[in-house]
């Protein structure tokens, strides 16, 4: 089945390490997202990457990297600078389709630093 | 810019309610439109979508409306179940902004549904 997987479902940390989450897709798809999402919260979007070893920035993008070095993965580091890092983390992708972008989503995965 | 605006939750409702979520959206030029569910602990998952002017969505009962001239997209289900306790989050994708691939989100809105 395709679909998208994110690894892993639960991770905590240590203020002031460096974490990266996983995401690989096996749809073929060309773009790729991270959004962050907190309690009671939308879904706000990180990086985004249309084609390999090319992504921007979305509109939180501080204290986090990306690599897009492959077509199915999409990687997110989240580093010591991210000020507020426990949230969770949702990785998607899409492809157009008669003009139409619609995402598909992983199972995210939550993140907790203490 | 694009926006979507959503109906503040939690909306609370009895099992075989009626539901009605309200979303409205601003946009450049002629977008598609998705309703995405979030159930507790999970991903999105895409609903329903249109993608023309009075084109309705539909997917498990829900049912949402492309009403291009009060530019809105409201979902509906007719008898809803503890089951569709979720978060609901109406979206748009335009193409005439650069960035056709990135979607608009509204905030989400929680529905509980009780026995």
């Known amino acids: 089945d395709g679909g998208i997987t994110q690894s892993p479902k639960y991770l905590f940390r240590k203020e002031g390490q460096n974490v990266t989450l996983s995401c690989e897709q096996n749809?073929?798809?060309?773009?790729m997202y991270w959004y962050r999402q907190d309690p009671g919260q939308g879904l706000r979007l990180i990086y985004y990457?249309?084609?390999?070893?090319?992504?921007q920035k979305g509109d939180i993008a501080e204290g986090y990297s990306v690599s897009r070095e492959k077509k199915e993965s999409f990687p997110l580091t989240v580093t010591s600078a991210q000020k507020n890092p426990t949230a969770f983390y949702l990785c998607a992708s899409s492809t157009r389709q008669r003009s139409v972008y619609e995402q598909y989503f992983g199972p995210g995965t939550r993140l907790t630093v203490t | 810019g694009n926006s979507v605006t959503q109906m503040e939750g939690p909306v609370t409702l009895s099992e075989e309610a009626f539901l009605t979520i309200n979303c409205t959206y601003t946009a450049t030029g002629y977008p598609s439109l998705f309703w995405y569910v979030q159930y507790p602990g999970e991903g999105l998952q895409l609903l329903l979508k249109a993608t023309k002017a009075d084109d309705k969505g539909s997917n498990k009962g829900f049912e949402a409306t492309y009403r291009k001239e009060t530019t809105s997209f409201h979902l509906e289900k007719g008898s809803v179940q503890v089951s569709d306790s979720a978060v609901y989050f109406c979206?748009?994708?335009?193409?005439?902004?650069?960035?056709?691939?990135?979607?608009?989100f509204g905030r989400g809105t929680s529905l509980i549904v009780h026995p």
């Open positions: 990457s249309q084609i390999v070893n090319d992504f």
């Open positions: 979206a748009l994708s335009d193409p005439a902004s650069g960035g056709s691939y990135i979607p608009t």
């Open positions: 749809l073929n798809h060309d773009a």
